[in-house]
């Protein structure tokens, strides 16, 4: 079955403590994204990839980091310089070109601050 | 950059009955406007999208119509079923592609039986 896997579903972060959240896709896509979803707002763009070992930041990447070293992997890792990290983080990818901007969701990390 | 609005944030409506939510854009280079709809607990689906070129598109029962003098646009759903409760996204975005969507704040569509 082809799609986008996230994992974990849930994940807690401690006090000054990085956090990976991991993100797979079988589609060969070539472009990848990471959103973050807030309880009443729209979707905000952290950072996304259009090619392997190239990333781009997106509106919001402050205290965010990532990398690409597979077409099919584009890891988020949250780190201790994100000071509201609590949110739901949402992976995408989709083809590249006009009439290739369908978006691929996985089912979302529920990040939450112990 | 862009701004989306989108009205209402939460909508009722009795099953069979017809649903509209309504968005407005900002940038007028704006040319391509998608709906997302996420049911609990998942990822947004893609449910139909639009390009500035079109006024109109239908799906089965949802269609999107684009406005672009007004620059809004809006989503509507024929006798609406309960498995079209969900939280609904609209999107806008230039030729740049993905990496420019702005999305709305969403509705939360709920289907009275």
């Known amino acids: 079955d082809g799609g986008i896997t996230q994992s974990p579903k849930y994940l807690f972060r401690k006090e000054g403590q990085n956090v990976t959240l991991s993100c797979e896709q079988n589609?060969?896509?070539?472009?990848m994204y990471w959103y973050r979803q807030d309880p009443g707002q729209g979707l905000r763009l952290i950072y996304y990839?259009?090619?392997?070992?190239?990333?781009q930041k997106g509106d919001i990447a402050e205290g965010y980091s990532v990398s690409r070293e597979k077409k099919e992997s584009f890891p988020l890792t949250v780190t201790s310089a994100q000071k509201n990290p609590t949110a739901f983080y949402l992976c995408?990818?989709?083809?590249?070109?006009?009439?290739?901007?369908?978006?691929?969701f996985g089912s979302g990390t529920q990040l939450s601050v112990l | 950059g862009e701004n989306v609005e989108q009205h209402p944030s939460t909508l009722s409506v009795q099953e069979g009955d017809s649903a509209v939510i309504k968005c407005t854009y900002s940038?007028?280079?704006?040319?391509?406007f998608p709906w997302y709809k996420q049911e609990l607990g998942k990822g947004p689906q893609l449910i139909i999208d639009?390009?500035?070129?079109?006024g109109e598109k239908k799906d089965q029962r949802i269609a999107v119509t684009l406005n672009k003098t007004a620059k809004h646009f809006s989503l509507h759903i024929t006798e609406t079923q309960p498995e079209d409760s969900a939280v609904y996204f609209c999107?806008?975005?230039?030729?740049?592609?993905?990496?420019?969507?702005?999305f709305g704040t969403g509705t939360r569509l709920t289907i009275i039986p």
């Open positions: 589609l060969n896509h070539d472009a």
């Open positions: 639009i390009r500035s070129n079109v």
């Open positions: 990839s259009q090619i392997v070992n190239d990333f």
């Open positions: 999107a806008a975005t230039t030729n740049f592609g993905n990496e420019k969507l702005t």
């Open positions: 995408a990818s989709s083809m590249i070109g006009q009439g290739h901007e369908k978006l691929f």
């Open positions: 940038d007028s280079a704006s040319n391509y």
